[in-house]
């Protein structure tokens, strides 16, 4: 049995871009499949082969950072909210444009944690804290922004949540 590849065997760099590719493209359709099922193993299994792909591949590419927003929308549709927020944070960081959009997919995404009784408490007091950095960045870039009044009051009401009356106010 003969297997032609159109690469090499010491043509290293080819080999790992098809690799790369091959493995970006069963996350992809892991995550497709999931979202049609709306299956939660399902969903957990689009997770965790994005992380296996970001784990793997380290390098700063676009073919990354796009694995990375898949990989924070598969969290979000999975309801790990706390890991969908990071993930957004990490993308929008990274990226010139969209930002505001990305920025408020981590808002919702932290909102979901702070309202989950069940979540950690170590989680939810983590999640106040990124709602006030991200809305704070956010109002200050976007100020005429659809939803500035609502992630204002989200901002507020995290300081309410934490006691702290006074900067709730302002």
Known sequence: LVIRT???INDQAGIEKEYELIVRDMATKIHVAARETKQRADLKGAVEAYKTYLDYFTTPTAARLAVLENYAEANYDAHR?????????KVAAAKDRG??????????????????DDELLARR????????????????????????????FKVGRSYYDDGDYKNAID
Not at 99 to 116: F, G, I, N, P, R
Not at 125 to 151: C, E, M, T, V
């Open 6 to 8: 159109p690469f090499r």
């Open 81 to 89: 909210y706390f890991d969908a927020g990071q993930a957004f944070e």
């Open 99 to 116: 930002e505001a959009d990305l920025l408020h997919s981590a808002l919702a995404a932290y909102e979901k944690v702070v309202d989950d």
């Open 125 to 152: 007091i983590q999640s106040r804290y990124a709602i006030r950095q991200i809305g704070d960045n956010f109002l200050s870039r976007f100020p005429a922004h659809k939803d500035a009044k609502r992630i204002a």
